[in-house]
């Protein structure tokens, strides 16, 4: 099936729709399309057309149904109370103040987060939102209405999930601030969209993984990281105090280890993909069958931490940054 048929079949599937729902609808695709530039992608992700006119029916059946209870209530209110409360809720929706799903907040854009037990371990995923990271003096989360957050006892998880429906709303952007020193672990994963951290330190633990969207980590400082690339991108610089992990299936991963990082020796396997490292420019692996896998052990850094990687048919380049002489000519 191409666009045009499934626009076709679309239209012949919603004909009993009121005429104006239904252009609507039909705009709505048409954009989708327009923006998406991919026509197989968005097929693929819409998925089966039977599908895609219930959902379309579902949400104007609800919507119908929503309107038709207004009216019903706005005859009854004869009351001044009634019309306050009214008013009240056509507030709420307007301007977003967040709905307490048991420990679960809906945002809406510029909100400080009310946190008041210390929080070491965070949480951070979004499936097609663009997203900052950054140190500051207190929490602060900065998002559209597709990001939720909840924190229990020393963590905190802030996830963005896309909307589903006719009129779902575009991810809005994601500005989070984190107080300095209190986070000592970080949990982020990437969809389609992209990431952003630069001059941070977290003492423990640092995992990312992306699928087909994209991370970059400048300047970045931990004890123990783990990198994880589906079809996306990641690049990362820093150091790493203790060890390192990268996976890499189809997408690329670029890793630049600063001059305090303990990594010493790189150990793994690399199947169809690539697997590129440098020490102060000079390169390494030429001779070593990565497909059996290897482990290289870099003695004149005096260096204990290991990194290991696994690529398919991917790409992984390391750098590393060192003091020390390599025995080169």
């Known amino acids: 099936m191409n666009r045009t048929e499934f626009m076709d079949r ?35 992700t819409l998925g089966a057309l039977e599908g895609v006119a219930a959902d379309v029916l579902r949400d104007f059946q609800n919507t119908a149904e929503a309107q038709k209870l207004q009216k019903f209530r706005k005859r009854r ?12 809720i056509v507030c709420i929706c307007i301007f977003g103040v967040h709905t307490v799903i048991s ?24 499936q097609s939102a663009s997203v900052v990271i950054q140190f500051g003096d207190s929490w602060h989360l900065d998002a559209g209405k597709s990001t939720t957050w909840e924190n229990d006892q020393y963590s905190m998880a802030i996830r963005q999930v896309n909307q589903t429906g006719l009129f779902r709303r575009k991810p809005g952007n994601i500005i989070l601030t984190v107080p300095y020193g209190e986070v000592n672990e970080m949990n982020l994963y990437v969809g389609a969209g992209r990431l952003e951290m630069q001059h941070m330190t ?40 203790q060890s390192a992990t990268v996976n890499c299936d189809t997408g690329s991963i670029d ?13 793994g396997r690399a199947g169809d993909g690539t697997v590129t490292a440098q020490v ?21 850094m005096e260096r204990t931490g290991q990194l290991d990687l696994e690529c398919n048919t991917g790409k992984i380049f390391i750098k590393l940054q060192s003091t020390a002489e390599a025995p080169y000519p």
Not at 16 to 36: G, I, L
Not at 112 to 122: A, F
Not at 215 to 236: F, H, M, Q, R
Not at 257 to 262: A, D, I, K
């Open 103 to 126: 420990d679960e907040y809906e945002l809406s854009e510029d909100r400080g987060l009310t946190v008041e037990q210390e929080i070491r371990s965070l949480t951070v995923e979004a």
């Open 255 to 267: 890793v630049s280890l600063g001059e305090n990082s303990e990594i010493g020796c790189i150990a």
């Open 10 to 44: 679309l239209a012949k599937a919603l004909c009993d729709m009121p005429e104006e729902e239904r252009r609507q609808a039909m705009e709505y695709y048409k954009n989708y399309f327009d923006e998406a530039g991919s026509e197989q992608e968005v097929l693929d």
């Open 77 to 88: 209110r004869n009351c001044v109370l009634a019309g306050i409360v009214a008013v009240s």
């Open 280 to 300: 102060n420019g000079k390169s390494f692996l030429e001779n070593i069958n990565l497909a059996n896998g290897f482990s290289y052990t870099l003695q004149w």
């Open 202 to 241: 977290v003492p423990e633990i640092i995992t990312c993984r992306v699928e087909n969207g994209a991370a970059y980590l400048e300047d970045v400082n931990t004890e123990t990281l783990t990198l994880s690339v589906e079809d996306g991108k990641i690049v990362w610089d820093g150091n790493v105090y």
